[in-house]
């Protein structure tokens, strides 16, 4: 069985078969789905999901491209209260986007910061959202201690050497479509390297939809194709990296069996 550590299915891109899209993907062999919910719209779909089906859990927290609509002590206070909630695993997805230019640099910083702190102080893992921003991600996560919590670098994109400082700080990382794509060179030698204790996988639906679906909608059941990619690149049986990511998960997450 595997899990999708990282999902929309509350888009409005799935209104119109979203059951449809939940069975395939318990038909895939996909028994546990994270849904994230990161702004003020996703946050209560996100958690109309989670205490809907018993399969999806939810993480939730503040994007950095919204960061500059966040209300800091409000929103903050509001994420703290969702952490109590016994589906919700985790903080994010949190972090920096230097991508899109919709939240300034320094705002970002800041809900970053205090998120991290918030994370820590609930001992909540946490789900960092990464574009365009490697030094300062990694300095504000040394800064803010956020090894004291860890969680996952989602969907990662950056280098080797990058990769090591982040599993240096408690994270474990996690891969999504992009590294089925044929000339996806650098991330599939950074999963041939990342420990398989470490290794975890995701869609990001309905974004970074994997090979052989490039360009079109993605979804939960699709996870599978990254599996066969990291079994693969691994040199192991599908079997054997379903288990090993699926028990990653739920070490770093906290989802019971």
């Known amino acids: 069985m595997l899990i999708d550590t990282h999902a929309h299915l509350d888009s409005p891109k799935f209104d119109s078969d979203r059951e449809e899209v939940i ?10 789905i994270v849904n ?71 705002v970002q910083q800041a809900v970053f910061r205090e998120q991290i702190r918030l994370a820590r102080r609930l001992n909540k893992p946490i789900v960092i959202h990464n574009r365009d921003a490697h030094e300062d991600i990694l300095t504000l996560l040394k800064e803010e201690k956020a090894e ?22 408690n994270f474990y990382i996690s891969f999504g479509g992009p590294v089925t794509f044929k000339n996806a060179r650098v991330p599939k030698e950074v999963l041939d390297r990342v420990p398989l204790d470490r290794l975890l996988i995701e869609t990001d639906a309905p974004y970074l939809t994997p090979h052989p ?3 079109q909608r993605n979804e939960s059941a699709y996870v599978r194709l990254v599996a066969e990619t990291a079994a693969e690149i691994k040199g192991l049986n599908l079997e054997d990296i379903a288990k090993i990511t699926s028990e990653n998960a739920r070490r770093c997450l906290g989802i019971p069996r």
């Not at 206070?77 to 985790?90: D, F, G, M, N």
């Not at 004291?148 to 090591?164: L, R, Y």
Request: glycine content about 8%; hydrophobic content about 40%.
């Open 23 to 32: 069975s395939r993907a318990l038909e895939a062999g996909i028994d546990t």
């Open 36 to 106: 994230i919910g990161f702004n003020r719209e996703t946050i209560p779909s996100t958690m109309a999901l989670a205490e809907k089906y018993p399969f999806i859990y939810a993480a939730v927290g503040w994007h950095p491209t919204d960061a500059i609509d966040m209300k800091p002590e409000e929103d903050l206070a509001w994420i703290e209260r969702l952490c109590s909630h016994p589906k919700v695993v985790a903080i994010g997805e949190i972090g920096l986007d230097y991508y899109w230019d919709t939240s300034p640099k320094d």
């Open 148 to 169: 004291e919590v860890g969680g996952i670098m989602h969907c990662f994109s950056g280098s080797w050497e990058t990769a090591q400082k982040c599993l240096d700080m």
């Open 213 to 215: 679906h490039r360009g």
